[in-house]
């Protein structure tokens, strides 16, 4: 019987957190302008892909929205920005622009009773259409992506189950995806300041009560993915939620704690994949097969019985993808051939195996990674 080796996880690792740790290709700024609906003055930091000046190109744009006590042009601008560029460089996706929003302290990505904080306003009716008149993005919902981090994460959540017709894709890392008894619980001083302590009002900016409406929109107009450290507890209802009304999840928890750039050296590389393979036109990158060896995660994580794991080859190459259990032993053998270069996508059927966490490793010459699979029954 094969053991699995955990020394297997070190190239990958390596690879991701080089990746975020380079140089920045492209340029950062912070701008504002006044609302026309809100009169309020609309602040945000902006990402243009190196060449922007030089080209006539449109680029697909991405929002990502902060947590509870960040601000717009705080870290997230030096994290965000070279995940994208790594995966950019490695041929994963094209460029895009990265938009940062102000979401205000402590909002939910919410308009506050009272409009001291209006956070969905702001971003829905005021900056989107700003960008879009401004910069040289390509308007509409299919290239128009929100990603966020913590209570980012339960603005995407919501923003991609009420605006469909806004967002092709939603990724929330660590998503902070309270009910109104969890934020009650939590953040009383939450729920006075910008929900007015009423719960009806919260269900107007609530991604449970959006979910529950626009459910066969979701299914087939939306592509959402989470990717999980600390804050399991929010995550997990979430998933289930929409698993039982089958709105597809691409779902991963990682080792991290609530730390965005420890998910984005997990799962940026991924996360990117993911968006370029859902994008329509518009995204260039170096060729239509990624520069890179890549595994991605397998969906749906958890799973019962089957999930689909997807792999990419430089080239033509003898592959091996094998499935091992938590004590290192060979559970199954999906590949072990020469495979063409480019995509692929092969079945890990569940039946014969036990409830549990299973690593599966995809090799090929001196090239190995390794992901985790969840199967639940």
Not at 179 to 200: G, K, M, Y
């Amino acid at each position: 019987m094969l053991k699995f080796k955990w020394s297997w996880l070190l190239p990958l690792m390596f690879f991701a957190v080089q990746g975020q740790s380079q140089t920045l290709q492209g340029t950062v700024a912070d701008d504002s302008f006044l609302g026309p609906i809100t009169n309020k003055t609309v602040y945000y930091s902006i990402y243009l892909p190196p060449g922007y000046e030089t080209t006539a190109q449109r680029y697909p744009v991405i929002y990502h929205l902060h947590g509870r006590t960040a601000k717009y042009n705080g870290s997230q601008t030096t994290t965000v920005p070279p995940s994208f560029e790594a995966a950019r460089d490695a041929g994963i996706i094209g460029p895009v622009i990265i938009v940062f929003p102000d979401g205000y302290a402590s909002s939910m990505w919410a308009d506050s009773w009272g409009g001291a904080k209006p956070a969905e306003t702001n971003l829905v009716k005021e900056l989107i259409p700003h960008v879009d008149s401004l910069y040289r993005t390509l308007a509409d919902r299919e290239h128009r992506i929100v990603t966020g981090f913590s209570m980012g994460g339960f603005g995407v959540a919501k923003f991609a189950a009420k605006y469909p017709d806004l967002f092709r894709v939603g990724i929330n890392y660590d998503g902070a995806l309270h009910s109104w008894q969890t934020l009650n619980d939590i953040h009383p001083d939450i729920v006075r300041e910008i929900f007015n302590d009423d719960e009806a009002y919260f269900n107007q900016f609530s991604p449970w009560t959006f979910v529950a409406r626009n459910d066969s929109l979701l299914k087939t107009a939306v592509a959402l993915r989470s990717v999980v450290g600390e804050l399991t507890q929010f995550n997990r209802p979430f998933r289930d939620t929409l698993q039982n009304r089958g709105i597809p999840l691409d779902y991963v928890e990682t080792p991290c704690d609530h730390s965005q750039k420890c998910m984005l050296d997990e799962e940026g590389l991924n996360s990117a994949a993911f968006i370029a393979n859902l994008l329509v036109t518009g995204i260039e990158s170096s060729g239509t097969i990624p520069e890179v060896f890549l595994l991605y995660q397998n969906f749906p994580n958890p799973f019962n019985p089957a999930t689909t794991i997807r792999f990419n080859l430089r080239k033509s190459q003898p592959v091996t993808l094998k499935v091992f259990d938590v004590l290192g032993n060979e559970v199954a053998v999906l590949v072990n051939e020469q495979l063409p270069a480019g995509e692929h996508a092969v079945v890990l059927d569940g039946k014969t195996l036990s409830s549990g966490l299973y690593f599966y490793q995809l090799r090929t010459g001196q090239q190995t990674q390794v992901r985790r699979a969840v199967l639940l029954k």
